[in-house]
């Protein structure tokens, strides 16, 4: 049955409006995943959407009728508001709202849940990286990855401990039989952020909403291939839930 959902985040940021407004606006693939917008009100928004407000570092919002590629959504819209903080800084609203058609409870909280681990990341972006290029690469793990534990599984497969936790180093298992270090940047039930010196890695329990577990990295390197990135991914993926 169809139903209306809104989504509502208000969050401060140690950012300028400036550097907020370029991250929502042309780097995406820094914190999200690479989106393009025509910059004046009218314009194409991804999707199939079209852009309803464009006002430089203070509003932009997108709506979309008919969601291209999504069977459960009707009608999807973002909306961003960006103010100047006294003192520095900017303060963000974040609205996403439309109507779901199909299976609302479990699209909600997906949606939900999914939000503010998006929302972090793009603070995370715009305390450690803003300014900087992103490689964009995403990969979903195969069937077994729907497991009711294939999250815990993915996480113990990269050698993340159990018990670490926000802000602590750990070494995990890079692709390719390496390892490296990183800083839990986040962790629940259902996410986990990584952040080395030139990338933050994003592990999505999907399966939670019956979906495959996933991950995506943002490679802000010189020269970081996303091709190169997917396809090593793949492999640990795979061989995980082999």
Do not use: C
């Not at 490689?135 to 069937?143: F, I, L, W």
């Not at 270090?181 to 259902?190: P, Q, S, T």
Request: charged content about 25%; overall charge negative.
């Amino acid at each position: 049955m169809s139903k209306e959902f809104e989504i509502v985040r208000e969050f401060e940021v140690e950012a300028s409006p400036a550097e907020v407004w370029a991250a929502i606006t042309a780097g995406t693939a820094a914190w999200l995943w690479p989106l393009e917008y025509e910059h004046r009100e009218g314009g194409a928004a991804p999707f199939g959407g079209t852009v309803t407000a464009w006002q430089p570092e203070r509003r932009l919002t997108a709506r979309t009728e008919n969601v291209e590629g999504m069977d459960q959504q009707t009608v999807n819209q973002l909306d961003h508001v960006i103010e100047p903080r006294e003192g520095g800084g900017s303060w963000v609203r974040y609205v996403h709202s439309g109507i779901f058609v199909d299976d609302w409870e479990n699209q909600y909280d997906g949606a939900d849940k999914h939000t503010d681990f998006y929302l972090h990341t793009l603070r995370q972006y715009l305390l450690h990286f803003t300014g900087r290029a992103a490689t964009y690469a995403s990969v979903d793990g195969p069937a077994a990855a729907t497991a009711k534990d294939a999250f815990d599984a993915a996480v113990r497969g990269l050698g993340v401990p159990d018990d670490a936790a926000v802000g602590d180093t750990v070494t995990f298992a890079v692709p390719g039989g390496r390892s490296g270090d990183a800083v839990v940047d986040f962790r629940n039930a259902y996410f986990l952020g990584l952040r080395t010196d030139d990338a933050m890695y994003r592990l999505f329990g999907r399966n939670h909403w019956g979906a495959p577990v996933g991950i995506s990295v943002h490679d802000f390197a010189p020269g970081a291939d996303a091709k190169q990135i997917e396809s090593a991914w793949q492999s640990r993926l795979d061989g995980l839930f082999g």
